[in-house]
C-alpha cells in the first residue's frame, strides 16, 4: 500500500499530465504542489522561494534580498504607499520590500497554509504593522478600484491560467499611473514546439503551472491591459542567474532519487527539469516595469 505522502504526489501528478485539466483547475493544482513542497522549501530556502540574481559572491540571502530591493528601487516604492504583492508565498519578498521601502504591503495567495505562514513569520519580524496577508486569487483581486499606490508580482503569474486577466486586475486595484512590476518565469521565444515539449512542458507539469509566456506575449498582455510598458527584459540584465543553477544541479544530485521520499522526488525532479530548461536556453527568467492606465 502507498503511504499518504506517496498517494498525494500520485494524485497530483494525475491531476496535471494533461494541460488542459491543468489549466481548468489551476487552484486546485496549484494548493496541492504546495501543500506537497511548502514544507521541503522552507527547510531549504527559508521564506523566499525564488530565484536571484547575484551581483557577485553573495550568499543567497544576500542575492535574494539584492533582487527584492531592486524591485523597490525599480518601482520608487517608499513611505506612506500601500503595496500590493500578488503571489506573495511565505512572506520572504513582502517582509524585505515592507523593511527597504516604509511602505505598507499586502500579501495575496492563493494557498491558506502560505498565507498563515507569511503571517507568523510577519510576527515574528516585527512586522505585522506594515505587512498583512490574505488568500485570494490574481484574476479576481478582493480590492476596490484605485486602492494600491504600486504592486509585484515574483515568479507567481507563471501559475495563473489567465494572465492577461491578472494584469487587468492589478490595473484595476492600482491607481492611475502606479507602477506594476514582475519578476517571473517565462519560455523563451525562440522556443520551438520541439522545445517546448521537451523542456517547458516537464517545467509546467512537474511545478503545477498552467503555461509559460514568452517576453512577447507579456508586452501584448501588458499593453493589451492598457500599461505603459518601461522596462521589459530578461533577468539576466540584472544580473546573472547562473549560480541558481548551480545550487538546483547540486541539490538534485545530494541523494540517488529511488532512495528520496516521494515528496522530495518530485522537487528533485522538478529543479532538474528547471536546470534542463535553462541550459537548453528554453526556460528564462525576466522582468517588467509598467505604468498602470489612467
Same mark, same amino acid.
Given at each position: ?5 506517496? +498517494? ?13 485539466? #491543468?489549466? #481548468? ?14 514544507e521541503t522549501c ?5 521564506? !523566499? ?9 553573495? !550568499? ?5 534580498? &539584492? ?29 524585505? @520590500?515592507?523593511? &527597504? ?38 484574476? +479576481? ?5 484605485? &486602492?494600491?499606490?504600486?504592486?509585484? !508580482?515574483?515568479?507567481? /503569474?507563471? &501559475?495563473?491560467?489567465? +494572465? ?11 491607481? %492611475?499611473?502606479?507602477?506594476w512590476l514582475g ?22 507539469? $512537474?511545478?503545477? /503551472? ?41 541539490? !538534485? #544530485?545530494?541523494? %540517488?532519487?529511488?532512495? $528520496? ?8 525532479r522538478g529543479a532538474?527539469? /528547471? ?6 536556453? @528554453? ?7 509598467? +505604468?498602470?492606465?489612467?
Open positions: 500500500m502507498k503511504s499518504s505522502a506517496s +498517494k498525494r504526489v500520485a494524485d497530483f501528478e494525475r491531476h496535471v499530465a494533461d494541460p488542459t485539466a #491543468r489549466q #481548468r483547475n489551476h487552484e486546485q493544482v496549484v494548493n496541492e504542489y504546495y501543500e506537497l513542497v511548502n522552507q527547510s531549504f530556502w527559508g521564506p !523566499t522561494h525564488h530565484f536571484s540574481v547575484y551581483a557577485g559572491q553573495e !550568499t543567497p540571502a544576500e542575492a535574494a534580498e &539584492h533582487t527584492e530591493r531592486i524591485l523597490v528601487d525599480r518601482g520608487g516604492f517608499g513611505p506612506g504607499m500601500r503595496l500590493l504583492d500578488i503571489g506573495c508565498g511565505v512572506g520572504g519578498p513582502a517582509f524585505t @520590500v515592507a523593511r &527597504h521601502s516604509g511602505a505598507h504591503v499586502t500579501g495575496l495567495d492563493m494557498v491558506p497554509s502560505r498565507v498563515e505562514t507569511a503571517r507568523s513569520g510577519a510576527a515574528e519580524r516585527g512586522l505585522a504593522p506594515t505587512t498583512s496577508f490574505e488568500v485570494g486569487d490574481a484574476m +479576481k483581486l478582493p480590492y476596490p478600484r484605485g &486602492h494600491f499606490d504600486g504592486a509585484y !508580482t515574483i515568479e507567481a /503569474l507563471c &501559475h495563473v491560467p489567465d +494572465k492577461r486577466q491578472a494584469h487587468r486586475e492589478a490595473a484595476r486595484v492600482l491607481r %492611475p499611473g502606479a507602477p519578476y517571473d518565469w517565462i519560455l523563451r521565444d525562440s522556443a520551438s514546439a520541439a522545445d517546448i515539449e521537451r523542456y517547458a512542458e516537464p517545467i509546467c507539469r $512537474l511545478h503545477g /503551472l498552467s503555461h509559460l509566456s514568452t517576453l512577447g506575449q507579456i508586452r501584448e498582455d501588458l499593453e493589451t491591459s492598457g500599461y505603459t510598458v518601461e522596462e521589459l527584459y530578461e533577468a539576466t540584465e540584472l544580473g546573472s542567474l547562473e549560480e541558481n543553477w548551480i545550487q538546483l544541479d547540486r541539490f !538534485t #544530485r545530494a541523494v %540517488p532519487h529511488e532512495q $528520496l521520499p516521494a515528496r522530495l522526488n518530485l522537487l528533485v532538474e527539469a /528547471l536546470v534542463a530548461g535553462a541550459r537548453a536556453q @528554453v526556460f528564462g527568467i525576466m522582468f517588467w516595469l509598467a +505604468k498602470a492606465p489612467g
